[in-house]
């Protein structure tokens, strides 16, 4: 069964800290790798696409990863604001079916 | 442009009715995914259309769900005889290409569903 782990649930760090949230994922034959955050009552917001021919990848402060051989990917959140607080998914697409497999998500606190 | 709007955005129903769900996806995206977000849970996949093909509906939980994409575009997701289990967010997403096209999923707000 193919499935998507993300470890921790939650996280609480002081304002201006460096962290590293982790995925963790079934099944090296993927297509791709897709971190988003969530925010209370709103939809998801896609942050990061890693493909799978690619060991990582960057935007502004965030940095994910890939090692498909684990069967994990990090995403990397520089410098973190109380803005960063949110949940963020790591989702998977592997080869055999169309749709995305989510992970149950980190609750990120960066306190001021 | 606009971005995935899904109506209602919250939505209380008793047991036993049917409703109906909206998505409107972003123009020009051929892939639109249907996914449940219950309280403490991950997402849930539903069903998955691509263009003209026939939807992966593999993710739909019991035949009382149903969900149709006319013209490709608009897509309906209807529950018949809600029971309180159905409660969750439904979330709509869609993309450019879909499945093995490396495109990101957008997502709209959702639409909470309270059955009572």
């Known amino acids: 069964k193919q499935e998507v782990t993300q470890i921790p649930a939650a996280l609480s760090v002081p304002e201006g800290e460096n962290l590293v949230l982790n995925c963790s994922f079934t099944?090296?034959?993927?297509?791709?790798l897709q971190w988003f955050r969530q925010d209370p009552g709103k939809g998801l917001t896609s942050l990061l696409l890693?493909?799978?021919?690619?060991r990582e990848q960057t935007s502004g402060r965030l940095n994910a990863s890939l090692d498909k051989s684990s069967g994990r990917s990090t995403l990397y959140i520089a410098a973190s604001q109380p803005g960063d607080s949110a949940t963020y998914l790591c989702?998977?697409?592997?080869?055999?079916?169309?749709?995305?497999?989510f992970g149950k998500g980190t609750k990120l606190s960066v306190k001021p | 442009g606009a971005g995935v709007s899904q109506s209602p955005s919250n939505k209380v129903t008793e047991k036993g009715k049917d409703v109906e769900l909206r998505c409107d996806p972003i123009s020009g995206h051929t892939a639109l995914y249907w996914y449940r977000q219950s309280l403490g849970q991950g997402l849930e996949f539903l069903i998955y259309?691509?263009?003209?093909?026939?939807?992966?509906k593999s993710g739909l939980p019991s035949d009382r769900f149903s969900a149709e994409r006319t013209g490709g575009s608009v897509s309906t997701l209807t529950i018949q005889r809600t029971q309180q289990e159905d409660s969750a967010v439904y979330l709509c997403a869609s993309s450019f290409s879909g499945a093995s096209y490396n495109s990101p999923l957008h997502f709209g707000n959702g639409t909470r569903l309270t059955v009572t």
């Open positions: 099944d090296s034959a993927i297509y791709n």
């Open positions: 989702a998977v697409e592997w080869r055999s079916q169309g749709n995305l497999i």
């Open positions: 890693i493909q799978s021919s690619q």
């Open positions: 259309f691509q263009g003209n093909s026939a939807p992966d």
